[in-house]
């Protein structure tokens, strides 16, 4: 635990979780929010396989307004360009992001564009040459949002926000504290509509997070209550995923680990994926290093990210702090080749799924 004195806040929203809870509270959800006119976002997977946007449309009646299926993988400026003038030309007053990570994100970008009057790329995160990088602030009111994910993800109730566009050498970030929702809902039939290698790719890569936060010593007692749950949770219903494949209340319980607030920070965590399974890591500028874990960690070589904080946080002197639940023999670790050889037996006994190219979200 930290010895530091520390300081909590916490902001206003709603989680609904379990058997048909669209439509038992979506609506109740949106009236509280005051808004008439809900308009969904969604990649195109959602709207034409699943009944995910038809039972929302039932259920909201006159207060549906429409919905956007372009969202692109990573979160393109493109489509969220695309999707903030459809939901302008359907006077939307609300977002209901139903996906992945990156369609949630995508969603806050939706928001921020439909308030803010400036230019994108002059409201977007800047990094002056030479000069620490600064966010410009955000004023605006923005239009509430309730998020659907359909994935354990740790962006379903962050305020952060991240576009790919191929013509920067970075990505177009924003953040503001106002694209938060106001409601989360883990329905358990739109969890069960996403094919079994992208839920166990994504909670891959949550768990490895929550494995690299389970390291963390300088940590405040809140903190590490969440921490503490998330990791159970996730340990639970990580090892059982690939043979219970429909079981909703393991991908309810991975969901939930990954909103937990340690969870959120793995933009530092998960590259502690990198030291165990260097093979099939890869990283981006300015964003998390995604990890996901395959078979192929045969000859699994020590490494370590240039800027990450873990460089100076996974030493030896943490020998007692690796989670003992993932195995016997887990409580001494370094960063030597002995010592990674036991988590990589760990994760193939769970089938964990092949590295694929692109992002898991």
Partial sequence: MSKQGFRATGYSWRLYCGSKVIERNLQEAVHRSGAMRAFVVCSPSINRRTDIIQRMRAVLGQRYAGVFDGIEKDSTYVSVRAAKQAAIEAKADMLIAVGVGSVIVATRAVAIFMAERGDPFKIMTQYPEGKPAYSPRLLAPKPPIINVPTTPNSAMNRAGTGLKNPDLDQRMEYFDPKTRPQ??????DALLSTPLNLIRSTATTVFAGLIGAMAETEINPLAAADRDHAFHLAYHAYQRLAEEPRNPSLRTDLAIAASCRIAQRMTDFADFGAVLFPAITRSRPRSMCATLISDRVSRPRPFMPRKSGLRRRLTCNRRDRWPSPL????????????????????MRSTRAPECRSGSAN
């Fill in 183 to 188: 409601a989360v809902f883990l329905d358990e």
């Fill in 327 to 346: 195995g016997s023999g887990a409580t001494g670790w370094t960063l030597g080749r002995p010592q990674i050889q036991w988590p990589t037996g760990w």
